[in-house]
């Protein structure tokens, strides 16, 4: 008899009344692969995208999607030896690469896998996966951020943009970001040097103000359209500018000419590098996964309508689901 799972599985490309809580066949385990029972997972932007149909050639229907896990292994295959059964771990799966996280349960090919930071709560690591990961990429591996170098954090009250600012001021940046004003407190509390309110300043002559006219060093840009048009207007000669966000139509980017600015763009890929990395800060005390939000499973759309809908919200960081519980902590409407 096949072992069941609750899974949501999304049914068709849409609204948020798209998924289905469903029993599920548990999968099998391979050779270098690992199966965890999923504790918590977290939504993503790119999981909203998914869901509506924004990558339709990449995700065959029904679907199980998700990309963030932190659980424990409950069975290991035979040619593992990094890990056993009882070890508490969290990763990003494969990106439209078979099921995601979105389950009770998920199989992992190990080198994906990495040992869970100690100090923080099964929800807490489930929200720093595809961030984190993404982070590492754009900070480290792409800009190359140094000490002393400045850097402009586009959205930093987001689930990347939290993150962000804590990575970059463990590598001894000066980190600007810009925020709603209500959100300024919060961002200082994570590291932020400066913020600026997006909705009543020009965030280019603010830059120049900040920086005395030189600009910064790097741009992070987790918004797209004007955030990344505009960012080399904002840089220093031969700054970077690193984005996450695909671009859907041809983007003018002809501002970064004058200042040899590098362009990077993200989609990042998941390794144990990364996680052991970030383990490595959280477990030091440097960075700390910041939750927004937590619904159970079986409230998928609803905490897809909230991530989509955030600026509705008062939402700081992430939104988490717990699987293996039935937390509830809906952040206030925004005023």
Not at 92 to 104: L, M, N, Q, V
Not at 151 to 167: E, K, N, P, R
Request: glycine letters at 10%; proline letters at 5%.
């Amino acid at each position: 008899m096949t072992d069941l799972m609750k899974a949501v599985v999304l049914t068709r490309f849409g609204g948020t009344d798209a998924f289905e809580l469903r029993d599920v066949p548990v999968p099998p385990v391979g050779p270098r692969q690992v199966r965890v029972r999923v504790h918590a997972t977290a939504v993503n932007p790119l999981d909203y995208q998914i869901r509506r149909g924004d990558y339709a050639d990449h995700v065959p229907l029904p679907a199980i999607t998700g990309h963030d896990v932190s659980g424990v292994i409950e069975e290991v295959g035979s040619d593992v030896t990094e890990f056993r059964a009882g070890d508490a771990v969290y990763y990003t799966p494969r990106i439209f690469g078979g099921p995601g996280s979105y389950a009770e349960q998920h199989v992992a090919d190990v080198d994906l896998v990495g040992r869970k930071p100690e100090n923080i709560s099964h929800l807490e690591a489930a929200s720093l996966t595809l961030v984190g990961g993404t982070v590492w990429e754009a900070l480290v591996t792409r800009a190359q951020l140094t000490v002393g170098e400045t850097i402009l954090v586009h959205g930093g009250a987001g689930g990347v943009g939290t993150i962000a600012i804590q990575v970059a001021k463990a590598m001894g940046a000066r980190v600007i970001t810009t925020a709603r004003a209500a959100d300024h407190e919060f961002m200082r509390s994570l590291g932020a040097d400066a913020a600026i309110d997006f909705t009543s300043t020009d965030y280019v002559g603010a830059v120049a103000e900040l920086t005395r006219g030189k600009g910064v060093d790097v741009v992070l840009d987790t918004i797209g359209g004007d955030a990344l048009t505009r960012s080399p207007l904002a840089l220093a000669d031969f700054g970077r500018v690193v984005s996450i966000v695909d671009i859907a139509q041809p983007q003018n980017l002809i501002a970064a000419w004058d200042r040899n600015a590098a362009y990077h763009f993200v989609f990042t890929r998941q390794n144990r590098g990364k996680l052991d990395a970030l383990t490595a800060l959280v477990e030091r005390g440097l960075v700390r996964p910041v939750v927004g939000a937590t619904l159970p499973l079986a409230r998928m759309g609803e905490a897809h309508e909230l991530l989509e809908n955030k600026r509705s919200y008062v939402l700081h960081g992430k939104v988490a689901i717990d699987v293996a519980g039935e937390t509830v902590a809906l952040p206030p409407r925004a005023s």
